[in-house]
């Protein structure tokens, strides 16, 4: 799947459930250049994706967007004209996913693009890269109320009344909040949300913050967009 934003609108829906969906734009514990068969794993990839084809040695759940994928990826990455080759930035990881980083470089331009794999080197995921988030203010009071209360909901397995996008809303299904609740079932009732920063990517804004329990605490984000409508709900990664 390659996606332009923080893919708010399908990330939402597929992986809102705190794990995977942190792996957009969360950096952690840069690496040195690849090395072994990965850049000419990832340029085979990235030279059937183009050509119409779905990869191989890629998971079942890129294989299952496959479709979605080489119709977007070609549709972003076509006018660029014919693939040349993978540059390398750098490598990254993240909660177990490892992030390779590299300018994609065409005869009529370039796009920058991360590919994400699993523990088992399995591709997981491929995105259009992102730029540097700009930092914010902090939110308004009324704004982290609102934030505390999709979260009370969720975690009390109703779905929030606060205005959220239809694939948010679609995607909180009774077993994506189930999976919610047990991933804070360990520590113990929820007491309110600690806000940490706040950031901006390409129009949508990011809210950071450490939700505190009795046990313990977590961080969490919460994404919304030009209108203020939350889009993104994920587990955040250490600040």
């Known amino acids: 799947m390659i996606s332009k934003i923080l893919a708010a609108a399908s990330l939402a829906g597929l992986t809102m459930a705190l794990g995977s969906a942190a792996l957009g734009n969360q950096t952690v514990a840069a690496q040195p250049a690849p090395v072994g068969g990965m850049t000419p794993r990832f340029t085979t990839f990235l030279s059937d994706v183009l050509a119409g084809r779905v990869p191989g040695d890629v998971s079942e759940t890129l294989k299952s967007q496959s479709s979605t994928m080489l119709t977007q990826a070609r549709s ?3 006018k660029f004209g014919e693939f040349r080759r993978l540059q390398y930035v750098r490598q990254d990881s993240s909660q177990g996913y490892e992030q390779y980083h590299y300018v994609a470089v065409f005869d009529k331009g370039s ?15 491929f995105f259009q ?37 239809t694939a948010m809303r679609s995607g909180l299904t ?17 007491v309110r949300l600690r806000f940490v920063k706040h950031d901006v990517i390409q129009g949508y804004e990011r809210y950071h ?14 994404v919304t967009d030009s209108n203020g409508t939350i889009v993104g709900f994920f587990q955040d990664q250490p600040q």
């Open 111 to 125: 796009q920058p693009v991360v590919f994400v794999t699993n523990s088992s080197g399995i591709i997981y995921g």
């Open 209 to 222: 913050y450490s939700a505190v329990f009795q046990n313990g605490s977590q961080p969490i984000l919460f």
């Open 76 to 78: 972003d990455l076509g």
């Open 174 to 190: 009774p077993s994506m909040m189930s999976r919610v609740r047990s991933s804070f079932g360990s520590l113990g009732a929820f």
């Open 129 to 165: 890269d992102q730029p540097a988030p700009k930092e914010a203010g902090a939110p308004s009071g009324a704004l982290t109320e609102r934030f505390s209360g999709f979260f009370t909901d969720v975690l009390a397995g109703r779905v929030p009344s606060t205005s959220m996008s």
